[in-house]
């Protein structure tokens, strides 16, 4: 078997609450390989909000390693971080996160600006990603003028263009109706048959059911 995507090996994380030390993760051992397609579970206070924090590197670890794509990213500074964060993760959020004033392409190219892509390859990319995702005569509309299931298809697009190692979806489906959450599962089954590595967010079973394997938190240890 080849070298897993994630690897964590002994993750801790604790908060500092006053004089108290809160131990949100309690020692966490888990691989996921490239081109998996997991869902994260787990009641309110499990600690998988946390969980996906540190997969994101958007926090590190109280102790314990974390791997990713080969490079150990448990201790790395701040500036290291966002660049793994842009190189090798895709995010998608239940609130979109899509800048108000700019176009569905722009918001797309925005991850290929920080990857230092020049212009005329940035929008060619951005594109090609939008018309994938099915919206390429919506290219040139701002968030305003999508419906939600459209906007989260641009966040998506926005997730894929930078050919990341990881996609990371917290509660993708969670702002919108049921027959727009079942259309944008479809496109995540479809960007798992491509290879990618999907970590998707979940507290609905029905969503989590799609993935080819449930992690259950609980009290900071996977249950499963």
């Known amino acids: 078997m080849t070298d897993p995507v994630i690897h964590l090996s002994g993750i801790t994380r604790d908060f ?3 004089a108290q030390t809160v131990h949100v993760l309690k020692g966490i051992d888990l691989d996921i390989q490239r081109g998996e397609y997991v869902a994260l ?3 309110s206070g499990s600690g998988k909000s946390t969980l996906m924090n540190l997969l994101g590197c958007l926090d590190t670890p109280t102790s314990g390693t974390y791997v990713l794509a080969g490079r ?3 201790r790395m500074a701040e500036n290291e971080l966002a660049e793994v964060r842009n190189q090798e993760i895709g995010f998608v959020f239940q609130t979109f996160n899509l800048i108000p004033r700019q176009t569905a392409l722009d918001n797309v190219a925005l991850p290929l600006v920080y990857a230092g892509v020049g212009k005329e390859e940035r929008l060619d990319r951005a594109a090609d990603v939008l018309r994938s995702v099915g919206l390429g005569d ?16 641009v966040a998506i697009a926005r997730a894929l263009v930078n050919k990341p190692s990881l996609i990371l979806a917290d509660e993708p489906t969670g702002n919108l109706d049921t027959a727009t959450s079942e259309e944008i599962m479809k496109l995540f089954d479809d960007i798992h048959a491509l290879g990618n590595t999907l970590v998707v967010v979940t507290h609905e079973e029905d969503i989590a059911q799609r993935a080819k394997r449930i992690i259950r938190l609980r009290d900071g240890v996977v249950a499963n």
């Open 72 to 74: 150990d990213v448990s």
């Open 16 to 18: 500092k609450l006053g």
């Open 41 to 43: 579970m787990g009641p």
């Open 138 to 153: 919506r290219m040139d509309h701002r968030p305003n003028q999508l419906s939600g299931g459209q906007r989260q298809r």
